[in-house]
């Protein structure tokens, strides 16, 4: 697991002038090649192998120089770390979803919200008696009360998104934009 360092030692089972044995090793997965050793460095030291599944192999010669080419091998798995196991990749993906799926709540009731705010302002013109409406820059209708559909005869689904220049004559819609100019420039209703 969290072992960065890790050492083989290995022997031969030759006790006849133990020092002229002569050893190989290798790390399937790591190295291809052989690694020779004699019997001082009997010692095979790994660091920092990526996570994954390894197969060690040693042989070894006896005294007069004869190699036993079947050698031993060992299985080494080198596990992840916890932060890059699948349990933890699934936890990461949790975590994301968790936060898109906020986003879009929140998203949600901020646009529940706003309409709340929309209809209680719509209820409020509706039960004005005066003629209200609200615009945008641009002159276009944004929202207008029953009052103001009565006295202009039109319905409010037929003015939202247009301008005086589209439902009045030109010169009455002149004289409603130069209001409407007046009343931006004073910051007060007429």
Known sequence: ?????FSLEFSALNYLQPE????????????ENWIEADFMSRR??????????????????NNDGYWNEAGTSLTITI?????????????????????????????????RQKYQEFYRLQEIFDNSTSVMFLKDLEGRYLMVNKRFEEV????????????HFDIHPQEIAADFANKDKEVIERNKPL
């Open 1 to 5: 697991g969290s072992d960065y360092v």
């Open 20 to 31: 002229k044995n002569r050893f190989a090793y290798k790390l399937a997965g790591f190295n």
């Open 44 to 61: 095979a030291t790994f660091t920092n192998l990526s996570p994954g599944e390894y197969v060690f192999k040693v042989k070894a010669s």
């Open 79 to 111: 596990l992840p770390p916890l932060w890059q196991t699948g349990w933890a990749y699934f936890l990461y993906g949790m975590a994301v979803l968790l936060v898109v799926f906020q986003m879009i709540r929140y998203q949600k009731n901020r646009t």
């Open 152 to 163: 202009n005869n039109i319905r409010k689904k037929d003015i939202i998104g247009r301008t």
